[in-house]
């Protein structure tokens, strides 16, 4: 209850909280009165006939129905003071001159003003009630009047100071609770400011920052490190969309060698070296450490881990290596001639002495500065390769972890995708591009194979040739159709109907399969299923085109 209220403005229609606890308050005394109403009919209705009796439970029910029509939001706090002293009238009126005696029933009105008003006007209603007290003891005056009044008001008056104090007491409780609230809000505020505070400093560094949970999640990311993997910083926990890879164009690192699998399982490692494709289209190289972080309160410990981009120092030691390659290089010929010669000079049987001494200290300089090109173009070769050739990779790899991207794809479909390599299929290629060519083939066959068909891809090594065949059971290309397929934007008119594409893939896998010196085919069937086959020369040709890698 919480009649003692100010008056709150209200929303239209619906009464505040003191309204409808001044109207609780009234209306269990008012059916309190009217079950009494009830009984007396039953059991002694010669009551009735005594008028104040009759009276006062009608002023209750009067005085109810003023209470629920009056505006208790618009009224002072104090005009509910007029109801607590018109219900002790009633009352009074109810219980003087009939021998039962409803006197109890001013436990309302007294419990009312001490729970939400000053003593004094708790003083006000027992002075009230021993007036009315007085009066009725003098209309039939006996012995014991005295007496009972003095019990009645005693009783009362300490079952008002009993609720008062209670009263307070809660008030007290409400205030301290309160006020611890608000202490824990201010903490709380201040704790995410201080939050709000470290995530800008994280988010101002270059080096990649995350959290990492010793079950394998991420917990938190910096914007660097969600710009490098491709993650939505504001969810971290979604799969990064950029991929690792163990070298420009090389193979991917295997999941459980992946900077976030070591670091969840508690490897503290520095400088691991892994490349990213970027959602934007960049090889960027990544120097990743890892650092374990100490739990707080109760929050298990986590792994930091912070990726360095060090493609320009990579780039820039590359180029290093390279310019020194070539400059060995360029001097081996010039010092092979000066030894040459040399050599020959000193055939001369007529040579002085000095001059021979002469020729042969040329011919030893000479002999260790070719030694000393040679070791220096034999430690540039790697950063040499790694930049001009392509890496050497198992196709077999590349397939199953296309196939086992594609997995998920192919159950929604209900498409059943048969793998048959039974070989490691070892090349000289461009592993980035080659799992682009498989993604390419494999997302066809599923997408156009309708459900409860089979996918399956095949592979194998033919002498020096690696061939792959993708087959399906799907919708199939017309005769007609066939020779248009690789052309840029070309679709069936049944592939538009089954699934949605841009019509680029095909052509870019002839191209990619064309520049390793490979071929691709397909045969097809209309309404019966499509043979896609690529066959790739095991080390493929160097590349000629201008993104690629000539020697
Ligand atoms: P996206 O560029 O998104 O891959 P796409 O799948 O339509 O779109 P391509 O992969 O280039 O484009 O394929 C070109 C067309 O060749 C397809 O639209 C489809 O008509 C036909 N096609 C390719 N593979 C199959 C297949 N396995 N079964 C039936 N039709 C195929
Ligand atoms: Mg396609």
Same mark, same amino acid.
């Given at each position: 209850m919480a009649t003692g209220g100010l008056a709150d403005t209200q929303a239209l229609g619906a009464p505040d909280t003191r309204t409808r606890s001044i109207w609780l308050t009234q209306l269990v005394l008012a059916a309190s009165v009217v079950i009494i109403g009830v009984l007396v009919v039953a059991?002694?209705?010669?009551?009735?006939?005594?008028w104040n009796f009759v009276v006062g439970v009608l002023a209750i029910i009067v005085i109810s129905v003023a209470t629920l029509a009056a505006p208790w939001s618009r009224l002072?706090?104090?005009?509910v003071l007029i109801v607590v002293f018109l219900d002790t009238l009633a009352i009074g009126l109810m219980a003087s001159? #009939?021998? +039962? /005696?409803?006197?109890?029933?001013w436990v309302f009105p007294v419990m009312w003003v001490a729970m939400y008003f000053p003593a004094t006007v708790l003083g006000a209603v027992l002075a009230t009630i021993g007036v009315i007290l007085l009066l009725d003891s003098t209309n039939a005056p006996d012995s014991n009047s005295a007496l009972r009044i003095f019990i009645v008001l005693l009783s009362l008056g300490f079952i008002g100071i009993t609720a008062h104090l209670a009263m307070r007491q809660m008030r007290a409780l409400r205030r301290v609770l309160q006020r611890q609230a608000g202490r824990l809000a201010e903490t709380l505020d201040r704790r995410s400011e201080q939050e709000r505070r470290t995530n800008e400093i994280l988010n101002g560094v270059d080096a990649g920052v995350a959290r990492v949970s010793?079950?394998?999640?991420?917990?938190m990311v910096n914007d660097a490190y969600a710009r490098l993997y491709g993650l939505d910083p504001r969810d971290a926990s979604q799969p990064a969309k950029s991929v690792e890879y #163990?070298? +420009? /164009?090389?193979?991917?690192?295997p999941l459980s060698e992946r900077p976030l699998a070591r670091a969840a399982r508690g490897e503290i490692f520095t400088d691991a070296r892994v490349w990213v494709f970027t959602g934007g289209g960049e090889w960027r190289v990544l120097s990743v450490s890892s650092k374990r972080l100490s739990g707080l309160g109760r929050e298990d410990a986590s792994m930091l881990l912070l990726a360095y981009d060090v493609t320009a120092i990579t780039h820039a030691q590359r180029e290093r290596e390279r310019l020194s390659a070539i400059a060995s290089h360029e001097l081996k010929h010039p010092l092979t001639v000066m030894i040459g010669n040399a050599d020959l000079a000193l055939?001369?049987?007529?040579?002085?002495p000095r001059l021979r001494e002469r020729l042969e200290t040329i011919l030893r300089a000479s002999e260790r500065v070719l030694e000393m090109t040679s070791s220096m173009l034999k430690s540039s070769r790697t950063a040499f390769e790694g930049r001009e050739s392509y890496d050497d990779i198992d196709m077999r790899q590349i397939v199953v972890d296309s196939v086992d991207s594609f997995r998920p794809t192919a159950s929604a479909h209900d498409v059943v995708i048969q793998l048959d390599v039974n070989e490691p299929l070892p090349a000289t290629a461009d592993g980035f591009r080659m799992r682009q060519v498989i993604d390419n083939l494999v997302s066809n066959a599923i997408k156009y194979t309708p459900r409860d068909g089979d996918v399956r891809i095949a592979g194998a090594l033919d002498g020096d040739t690696v061939s792959l065949t993708v087959s399906d059971t799907g919708i199939g290309i017309s005769a007609e159709d066939l020779p248009n397929?690789?052309?840029?934007?070309f679709r069936t008119s049944t592939a538009k109907d089954t699934a949605s594409g841009t019509g680029l893939g095909l052509g870019i896998t002839r191209e990619i399969v064309a520049a390793h010196g490979g071929t691709l085919t397909i045969e097809s069937d209309l309404g019966s299923g499509t043979t896609v086959t690529v066959k790739l020369p095991?080390?493929?040709?160097e590349k000629t085109d201008a993104g690629g890698k000539g020697s």
């Open positions: 059991l002694r209705p010669s009551l009735f006939g005594v002072p706090r104090e005009a001159g #009939t021998e +039962l /005696r409803f006197g109890y029933l010793p079950g394998g999640s991420v917990l #163990t070298g +420009l /164009r090389g193979m991917p690192v055939e001369d049987p007529d040579l002085s397929i690789m052309t840029p934007y095991r080390f493929a040709p």
